[in-house]
C-alpha cells in the first residue's frame, strides 16, 4: 500500500493520506491498480483485497497518531463490491477495533456510479458508516453520472473533483468553469472540496483563488511507500516547528 499526502490550502499543512494498493508482483515488478483492480472486481477477490488494504492502512495510521504526527487522516477506497456486500459497517467496526485507529481519522472514498444505484439502500448505508464517525468522499467527481437531486441527500463530507477537470485548468475556461462550479456547488451544500491530480503551481494558484479545500497531485507529493511517509511526514513536522 503506498500513500499519497492531500494538504489543506487553508494552512498548507497535510490534512490526509489516501491508501493506493500496489502488487508487488514476482516477475512484472510493482504493478499499479489499473493492472489488476478490474480482474479483481470481476473474480470477487476485490472484497479480500479491500478488507486488507483497509486494514493496513489503519494500522498505519494509529502507528502515525501515536508517533505524534498530529490528526491525519487516512482515506481508503472502497470497490463497488465492498460497498453492495451489505456487512461493510461490520467490517469497518471489527477492523477499527483490531487497530485502535479513532473512527474519525478513517475516510472512504466512493464514486458516484458506485452509489447512485439504489439509492435509498444506499443512502442507508452511507448514514449507517457515517454515525460511526467515519468521513465519507466522492472520488472521480463529474466523471460519473451524478443525480443532483440525490447528491443533495448524500450524506457525504468532500467531493474529489476528477483529475480530468483540473489537468487543462490553465488553457481550457471550459474545465475552469466547472471546476469552479463544483466548487461553489459543494461549498453551498456544506460539503469540503478536494481538487485531484494537481502538477502544476498555475492549477493549484487557480485552486487557491476559488477556494479550492484541499489539493493531492505531483505537484505536491506523488504516492510513496509507508516509510517514505514517515520521512515526508517528520520532515514537514520539523519544517513548520523550525518557522514556529
Ligand atoms: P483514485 O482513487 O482516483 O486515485 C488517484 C489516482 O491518481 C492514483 O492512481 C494516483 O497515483 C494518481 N495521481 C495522483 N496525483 C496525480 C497527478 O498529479 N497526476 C497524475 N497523472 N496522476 C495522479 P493509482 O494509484 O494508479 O490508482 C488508480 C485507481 O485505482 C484509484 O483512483 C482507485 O480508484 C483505484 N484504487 C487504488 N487503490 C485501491 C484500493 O485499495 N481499493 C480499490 N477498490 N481501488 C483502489
Ligand atoms: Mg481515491
Ligand atoms: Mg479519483
Same mark, same amino acid.
Given at each position: 500500500v503506498h500513500y499519497q499526502p492531500?494538504?489543506?490550502? @487553508?494552512?498548507?499543512? !497535510?490534512?490526509? #493520506? /489516501? @491508501?493506493l494498493v500496489r502488487w508487488q508482483h514476482p516477475t512484472m515488478g510493482l504493478l499499479p491498480p489499473s493492472e489488476f483492480i478490474p480482474l479483481a472486481e470481476e473474480s470477487g477477490l476485490i472484497s479480500a483485497i479491500g478488507e486488507l488494504v483497509l486494514e493496513r492502512a489503519c494500522?498505519?495510521?494509529r502507528q502515525w497518531h501515536e508517533r505524534g504526527m498530529g490528526d491525519i487522516r487516512v482515506s481508503v477506497n472502497l470497490s463497488a463490491h465492498q460497498f453492495r456486500k451489505g456487512n461493510l459497517a461490520?467490517?469497518?467496526?471489527?477492523? =477499527? @477495533? =483490531?487497530? $485502535? =485507529?479513532?473512527? +474519525?481519522?478513517? +475516510?472512504? +472514498?466512493? *464514486?458516484?456510479?458506485?452509489?447512485? /444505484?439504489?439509492m435509498d439502500q444506499n443512502i442507508a448505508r452511507l448514514e449507517r458508516l457515517r454515525a460511526r464517525g467515519v468521513g465519507l468522499s466522492l472520488d472521480d467527481f463529474g466523471t460519473g453520472y451524478s443525480s443532483l437531486n440525490y447528491l443533495k441527500r448524500f450524506p457525504v463530507d468532500t467531493l474529489k473533483i476528477d483529475r480530468s477537470f483540473i489537468t487543462d485548468l490553465a488553457h481550457n475556461p471550459?474545465?475552469?468553469? !466547472? *471546476?469552479?462550479?463544483i466548487i461553489e456547488m459543494a461549498h453551498?451544500?456544506?460539503?469540503?472540496? #478536494?481538487? +485531484? $491530480?494537481? /502538477? *502544476? /503551481? $498555475?492549477? =493549484?494558484e487557480f485552486l487557491r483563488q476559488q477556494h479550492c479545500d484541499e489539493i493531492q497531485g505531483y505537484y505536491y507529493a506523488r504516492p510513496m511507500p509507508w516509510a517514505d511517509l514517515v520521512q515526508f511526514?517528520?520532515?514537514?513536522?520539523?519544517? @513548520?516547528?523550525?518557522?514556529q
Open positions: 492531500k494538504m489543506d490550502l @487553508a494552512d498548507s499543512r !497535510i490534512s490526509s #493520506v /489516501e @491508501a494500522r498505519q495510521a461490520d467490517v469497518i467496526d471489527r477492523i =477499527l @477495533a =483490531l487497530t $485502535g =485507529l479513532p473512527a +474519525e481519522l478513517l +475516510e472512504l +472514498e466512493l *464514486t458516484e456510479s458506485l452509489i447512485m /444505484e439504489d471550459d474545465d475552469a468553469a !466547472i *471546476t469552479r462550479a453551498s451544500l456544506s460539503m469540503s472540496v #478536494v481538487a +485531484e $491530480g494537481v /502538477e *502544476t /503551481e $498555475g492549477q =493549484l511526514l517528520d520532515n514537514r513536522s520539523r519544517a @513548520a516547528c523550525l518557522q
